[in-house]
């Protein structure tokens, strides 16, 4: 407060003199100044409190007449002070303090007399009076603001010294089971009771150790599981190792086997084809035959109907003869009438009575060898008959054959192209066979690693004290089960082409065994 006294000091004769009529003229606006400015801070004020009006005008008649008493500056600081809690420096002097100095201005102008010669001096004197009082309340800001300052410095700290404290013992307890840790102990939890917001960092580190130690814990589980498993993968991986070379030969000779059913399945395909051309030969030359044998009973049948018509002539020529007997008989009654007249006529109804007599034998005998010969034609239009009769059967049969004998054909065929698919499929099942066989070499080596390293593992896993017994290692894997070994194919294979190959009984044996394969 010494400083700014000692800055704004009082006016001289003049500059009071001047300052008395500025007070008597402005004074008059004082309060109207007053309330505009106020009601920057409270807009619904309609009239100032009555102790402000009079500290105020106590103010204005000071710094209008140069007079900066010890009571001024003690009464400015109150003002000052009181204003301070409802408004920040900067509104403070760019609106209410702008308001309160234009107010008086204003009304100093609005007075009679203004455009005296002296008006710029009345003007200078109340700017004069104004700023004093502006760099007084400036003052008197700055000093609140520092005292604050440095009230909230020393609450400030007072608190850092508190938080200092605070993260010391915070820092010392952490850094302490920091150190355990880092030696290993996962039992390293913090046990100093801590304050406020580091209680949670405390909580934190706590569950972070609970966790960790129970993620060693499961880890050391695991990794004694992991140790036994991978000597058990190691031993599997030998055994399906071994299974596997002898699958890859057993497939090797399986692969062979099928090289030799196919080749014999293709030639039986070929033979049965060939048997199919045959067959159906067979099924064209019984069908001419069939169509002979038709043309034979027709021929048979027109013989029989020629020996019928033969036999009608030769009974024609039987009546002729009987006639002409009668007739040559009528005609040696005629003669014998005659006399010796007609002898002549008689010895020639004699010898055309015998030649009818022998026609008439001769005709019989035709007539008996015709009958024969009528019997025997129909007995062979019977015979041709009953073998075209078989000779159609035949045809049927022959025909079925060769519908069987195609369809044996074509089944062979489809069967020879079967075998040969499953022969590219046996050999595609060797090479992935030989493939697998790399990769379980390779599964075997990397089994081997893997015991070693789980090995390793559970060495540094019990480097850590976890605060729980020791899992006690599986000293040895479980073997896996010896299972026997499966039975080679290729003796199946060759079973059932000796089967297939052998007619007769063995026929059902080796179709079950095609069956089965």
């Known amino acids: 407060m010494s400083d700014i006294k000692t800055k704004i000091v009082t006016w001289n004769d003049k500059d009071r003199g001047i300052g008395e009529i500025v007070h008597t003229r402005a004074g008059k606006h004082l309060e109207s100044a007053l309330l505009n400015a106020y009601r920057v801070i409270d807009p619904s004020l309609q009239a100032l409190p009555r102790d402000v009006w009079e500290n105020e005008k106590r103010k204005f008649s000071f710094i209008a007449r140069g007079n900066f008493p010890s009571e001024y500056f003690e009464q400015q600081a109150v003002i000052t002070q009181n204003i301070s809690s409802s408004l920040d420096f900067a509104t403070y002097l760019s609106k209410t303090y702008a308001a309160y100095a234009a107010g008086l201005a204003s009304g100093l102008m609005k007075e009679k007399g203004w455009n005296e010669k002296n008006s710029d001096e009345l003007m200078l004197s109340l700017m004069k009076s104004v700023f004093s009082d502006a760099s007084v309340v400036m003052f008197n800001y700055f000093q609140v603001l520092n005292a ?42 913090i046990a100093v009771p801590f304050n406020g917001r580091y209680q949670q960092i405390k909580d934190d580190f706590n569950a972070a150790i609970d966790s960790l130690r129970e993620a060693m814990n499961a880890i050391a589980a695991t990794t004694s599981g992991l140790r036994a498993g991978s000597d058990e993968i190691a031993a599997a991986s030998d055994d399906l190792s071994r299974r596997t070379e002898q699958q890859a030969a057993s497939l090797e000779e399986t692969a062979a086997a099928l090289d030799e059913i196919t080749a014999t399945v293709k030639r039986s395909a070929n033979g049965a084809q060939q048997a199919s051309t045959a067959a159906s030969g067979a099924t064209v030359d019984a069908a001419k035959s069939g169509d002979v044998m038709n043309e034979a009973v027709s021929a048979m049948g027109e013989i029989e109907q020629s020996s019928k018509q033969i036999t009608n002539i030769i009974g024609v020529i039987d009546e002729i003869a009987f006639q002409t007997n009668l007739l040559a008989l009528n005609a040696g009654v005629e003669a014998a009438r005659a006399g010796e007249a007609g002898r002549g006529f008689a010895v020639v109804a004699q010898e055309v009575r015998a030649l009818a007599q022998r026609s008439a034998d001769a ?83 990397a089994a081997s690693n893997l015991k070693s390293e789980a090995g390793e593992l559970e060495r540094l896993v019990a480097r850590f004290e976890t605060g729980n017994a020791p899992v006690a290692p599986r000293l040895e894997a479980a073997v896996p089960g010896r299972h026997a070994p499966a039975r080679n194919p290729v003796a199946q294979s060759q079973a059932r082409v000796a089967a297939f190959a052998r007619p007769g009984v063995a026929a059902s044996t080796a179709a079950k065994a095609w069956e089965e394969f």
């Open 148 to 189: 604050k300052a440095d009230e909230e410095r020393a609450v400030v700290e007072a608190e850092r010294l508190a938080v200092a404290e605070e993260q010391n013992a915070v820092v010392n307890a952490l850094a302490d089971s920091l150190k355990r840790l880092a030696q290993g102990d996962l039992t390293a939890r």
């Open 363 to 445: 005709a019989k005998e035709i007539k008996g060898l015709i009958a024969s010969s009528t019997a025997q034609v129909e007995r062979g239009v019977k015979l041709v008959g009953d073998t075209g009769k078989a000779l159609t059967g035949i045809v049927g049969k022959i025909t079925e054959i060769d519908a069987l004998v195609s369809e044996i054909a074509q089944s062979s065929q489809e069967q020879a192209t079967g075998l040969n698919q499953v022969n590219t499929a046996v050999n595609q099942m060797d090479q992935v066979t030989q493939q697998n066989a790399a990769m379980v070499e390779e599964a075997t080596a």
